[in-house]
């Protein structure tokens, strides 16, 4: 299986595409604030940060160590959460609306996790207003860290049932050592 094929890699992607555009349309560098550097950064940041997760949930699956393919979804999950934040400060800074997880919004866009085939586009009209925009990536991320952590909870399980790629070189490895002395012992006495 493809990383592509993983459902937080997906939403994963989603959420970048959608923080590209959201910090272009609203974290614009060329803001007239007190601080323009600020908004650069911020916009920096949270492209950075939904890359980043993107990314690791990628390098991650082609680990064949369970225990560095762990390590690289904390990494994307911990992305993940740290994008979140921004966007949760868009909003309390700019004294808007943040919708709890019971509101009809939410509600809506939880619904679309179930259409087939979803991409950016899917939620591409989500982007016409700030606050609007802003819910609908918390709702994206939220979506996202939970795929994460039910993933990181079956490879733990996986890694305590079968082990590590490593474990299994190390195995394999004093087994052959073994048959090594074993067979130099039989020679001598041939």
């Not at 890359?51 to 992305?79: D, F, M, P, W, Y």
């Not at 740290?82 to 909003?91: A, I, S």
């Not at 919708?99 to 087939?116: M, P």
Request: aromatic share 12%.
């Amino acid at each position: 299986m493809s990383y592509k094929d993983l459902k937080s890699f997906q939403q994963g992607t989603i959420v970048y595409d959608f923080t590209v555009e959201f910090c272009h349309r609203y974290i614009n560098p060329s803001d007239q604030t007190d601080m323009p550097n600020k908004s650069y950064r911020t916009a920096d940041q949270m492209v950075q940060a939904a890359r980043s997760g993107k990314q690791n949930i990628a390098e991650g699956s082609s680990e064949r160590s369970k225990k560095s393919e762990l390590h690289l979804l904390g990494i994307a999950r911990a992305s993940f959460q740290e994008l979140l934040e921004d966007y949760e400060d868009f909003l309390r800074q700019r004294g808007l609306n943040q919708w709890t997880k019971n509101d009809a919004e939410t509600i809506a866009i939880r619904q679309l996790s179930y259409k087939s085939n979803r991409s950016y586009m899917t939620y591409r009209s989500y982007l016409d207003k700030p606050e609007t925009a802003a819910n609908v990536a918390i709702c994206l991320i939220h979506q996202t860290n939970f795929l994460l952590d039910q993933q990181i909870k079956s490879l733990e399980k996986q890694f305590i049932a079968v082990g590590d790629y490593s474990e299994k070189l190390t195995h394999q490895r004093n087994e052959q050592k073994k048959k090594e002395i074993i067979n130099r012992f039989w020679r001598k006495f041939q």
